[in-house]
């Protein structure tokens, strides 16, 4: 049978379908790619958890969080998360306790202070300090720092907490500047006007005027470096020590959740043993430390943002 | 009489404090600049000390050597042509998928709550510690889907770790397109991917080539995702060769073959007793920062480059 005239289709739509067809195509290719990311997180969620589940078979949840000993790979299998969390805590501190007054200074130097061609050469400099890779300031804390340190404490172990808090508090201090300058740097220039008007010193006006208007994203700067301190893993796995010590004492030898993790990947563990487990319980544990401080870090910025 | 010497004296009193608020300005500046130096001497402090520590090694038999039990004799070869081949396959992942993402993202996507979930996803990942990602390739990609501890896992594995970089930037040098060429290109009758791929696309290629630099100098020096999924640290082979002498030409057996990247190769001389192994550790940490910075120095040259010559 012959179709009628008018039901056969023009050349001129069936390219225009072609075309609607083809767009449809590329902008569902383009959303998978976007699904990529969501697909990563829940792989990282789905693989932590579905290995914990197994590591919680063996291990009570309660054990895990009281049990002041972690040894999984002894013969007396211990599995108290604490002394883990003891040293990623301690060690994070130290960073912190170096990173927040320099960084901060240096932030209120570059943002009030610097002249705009000080700004313009420091500033870049800051992000290439934020690219140097992780393992050579590992090799900086053992070979460099603890030795210096030993001078000054001839007791302290060759592997210590202080060592590698401090050089991971000296590797920070470029992101804590860098975030706390593009905090400070949003508040209004009128802001600084009025208060040289009043008579204010640059001082006075950088500490009592721009810190407490642009305080939302200097403190948010702070949770995220305590979330990268956390999650850090070279600096304290190469110099820190990898025994794991239920010990707030920076002079002590400790092991980080991120340090035990490198540790058993570095031996020869079989697929499924608890060891194995062990592992993903400690990044469940990681995970969780450093995602609620990234979500607080981002809550305070929202929160408390001053809008002009 | 009286009141004018309490003038005076509040007068003196005013001067006083003038002097000591400019006294607290001069040395909070100071202070400042030493904080600031402080952060900046420390870090050239330990570029000295590694290539103090590492000049003996700076020849090119470094890098035509492999590893090996004598520390004087022992290379870098499989660390280099591991890092290289292990970052191309990053580079062919990460680059299609994040450049996409970030052209849905920014042109495409409708504003409801799934694309608020993407967004939401994207910007967790970025804070997500690399050891984490570490896990994930060890649970998905050496296990379940057992690619085993090859380059392609390493190459995977890096690659969704700058996924979220990759985004970012592509996003950022989109927005910077203005709406007028968007606006040029529709009244002339482009379609939507016309309009994306011949214009928003190729005008932002400049910035989006930023954030691919900066990704691949990350992923060049992450060392804790790598170790995670139990890469051999002893590597004295190259892996087959991509290209043969043979038609199809291409070969693609270097992909499941086991490997060893630089900052791995230098994790291992550096946790050695040994103090010999120490100068290798020392050379090749000299040999990365170098590579890495001169990558990010590439970046944020380029970035300002394009920034100045912005022609709308």
Not at chain 1, 153 to 167: E, H, K, R
Not at chain 1, 245 to 256: E, Q, Y
Request: net charge neutral; glycine share 8%; aromatic share 10%.
């Amino acid at each position: 049978m012959q179709l009628p005239a008018q039901l056969t289709i023009s050349p001129r739509l069936a390219k225009n379908i072609r075309r609607n067809v083809k767009e449809r195509i590329i902008e569902l290719i383009l959303m998978m790619a976007a699904l990529v990311a969501v697909a990563t997180t829940f792989a990282i969620v789905g693989v932590l958890l579905y290995e914990s589940l197994s590591f919680f078979k063996t291990v009570s949840v309660i054990d895990f969080f009281t049990d002041t000993q972690w040894t999984p790979l002894f013969e007396d299998a211990h599995y108290g998360i604490m002394p883990l969390v003891s040293g990623t805590l301690t060690t994070s501190a130290i960073a912190l306790a170096v990173a927040v007054p320099i960084g901060t200074i240096s932030a209120i130097f570059l943002s009030e202070f610097a002249s705009h061609k000080t700004r313009e050469i420091v500033k870049p400099i800051l992000e290439l300090l934020v690219g140097v890779p992780t393992v050579v300031f590992g090799y900086f804390a053992l070979f460099f720092v603890t030795p210096l340190l030993q001078s000054i404490y001839p007791s302290l172990p060759s592997f210590n907490m202080l060592g590698a808090g401090i050089v991971m508090g000296v590797m920070i201090i470029p992101y804590i500047a860098s975030m706390s300058e593009d905090a400070m740097r949003a508040v209004p220039m009128s802001m600084r006007e009025g208060s040289y008007a009043m008579g204010a010193t640059r001082f006075q006006t950088a500490i009592k005027v721009v810190t407490p208007a642009a305080i939302s994203g200097i403190v948010a700067a702070y949770i995220l470096a305590v979330s990268r301190a956390v999650g850090e893993t070279m600096v304290v796995a190469i110099a820190a020590g990898q025994q794991p010590n239920l010990t707030f004492n920076p002079l002590d030898s400790a092991a980080t959740i991120t340090a035990y993790i490198v540790q058993v990947a570095m031996g020869d563990l079989p697929h499924g043993s608890i060891g194995y487990q062990s592992i993903f319980a400690a990044g469940l544990v990681l995970m969780a430390m450093t995602l609620s401080f990234n979500i607080f870090g981002h809550w305070v910025r929202k929160k408390y943002r001053e809008s002009y | 009489m009286e009141h004018k010497a309490s003038v005076l004296e509040n007068l003196a009193d005013v001067r006083a404090m003038i002097k000591r608020h400019k006294r607290n300005d001069a040395l909070f500046a100071t202070l400042g600049l030493i904080c600031l130096m402080l952060g900046l001497m420390t870090l050239m402090l330990l570029f000295w000390q590694l290539i103090a520590d590492g000049h003996p090694k700076f020849n090119l038999d470094f890098l035509t050597e492999f590893p090996s039990r004598r520390a004087g004799r022992a290379g870098l070869l499989s660390a280099w042509v591991g890092s290289l081949l292990v970052m191309s396959v990053t580079f062919l992942t990460a680059v299609p998928v994040g450049v996409a993402a970030g052209l849905y993202l920014e042109e495409y996507a409708p504003k409801n709550w799934f694309t608020d979930l993407i967004e939401i996803n994207v910007s967790n990942l970025a804070g997500v510690p690399s050891i984490i990602y570490g896990l994930l390739a060890l649970g998905l990609f050496v296990y379940m889907l057992d690619f085993g501890q090859s380059i392609l896992t390493a190459g995977l594995t890096l690659g969704l770790l700058i996924l979220p970089i990759v985004i970012v930037s592509t996003r950022e040098a989109i927005r910077a397109i203005p709406v007028s060429i968007r606006e040029a290109a529709y009244g002339v009758g482009a379609t939507k991917w016309q309009v994306v791929y011949d214009h928003v696309f190729k005008y932002s290629y400049g910035g989006i080539l930023t954030g691919i630099i900066i990704g691949m100098a990350r992923a060049l020096g992450e060392t804790a995702p790598i170790i995670t999924i139990g890469a051999l640290t002893f590597i004295a082979f190259l892996p087959p060769s991509p290209i043969t002498t043979e038609p199809p030409f291409l070969n693609f057996e270097w992909l499941s073959s086991g490997f060893t990247v630089m900052p791995i190769q230098m994790f291992n001389w550096l946790s050695r007793p040994d103090h010999a192994f120490h100068v290798n550790a020392a050379a090749t940490g000299a040999l990365i920062i170098v590579v890495t910075l001169l990558m990010n120095g590439a970046a944020i040259w380029l970035r300002y480059k394009i920034r100045k010559n912005i022609k709308w």
